[in-house]
């Protein structure tokens, strides 16, 4: 199933000093931290529960990622990570990112990635359960 997401998930965070590079922008790495920050941002609003250490259990892991790069960000700064799910599979759901500069007033980044529910104990990847699926649909305001 895909839609058009609204990012109904926004984190709001604040640039620091070292995650800059030696040219004085943020380091391209750290764009998937906001990315990683918002996903479990989002991963907590849909009641998703991480499995022990010890690897039984499921819940979602992280198959592929990718982001383009805007517009340089500076410190200081504050930006405003935004995700939502474009497609909802069987067993995957994609991840649409967008950040925002507040200090540049425009979007800086944007990417996607792919999420798989996932049987940590087989270590293979398993059905969305229906209370995952109805959650999610909720969330983008799909359910209704």
């Known amino acids: 199933m895909e839609f058009e997401t609204q990012y ?8 620091a000093w070292g995650e800059q590079d030696k040219l004085g922008h943020v380091n391209n790495t750290i764009y998937f931290r906001y990315f990683e920050n ?17 690897g039984h259990g499921f819940g979602p892991i992280l198959a592929s990622t990718q982001c ?3 517009k340089p960000i500076h410190y200081p700064d504050r930006i405003r990570t935004e995700i939502g799910i474009s497609r909802l599979g069987t067993s995957s759901f994609v991840q649409l990112y967008r950040i925002y500069s507040h200090q540049q007033q425009d979007y800086v980044a944007k990417g996607s990635s792919v999420s798989v529910f996932y049987d940590y104990a087989a270590g293979k990847s398993a059905p969305i359960p229906d209370d995952l699926r109805r959650a999610i649909l909720k969330l983008e305001s799909l359910s209704g």
């Open 8 to 15: 109904p998930v926004r984190l709001e965070q604040a640039v």
């Open 38 to 54: 918002a996903r479990i941002a989002q991963f907590e609003r849909l009641g998703l529960h991480f499995p022990e250490p010890e």
């Open 68 to 70: 383009d790069f805007l």
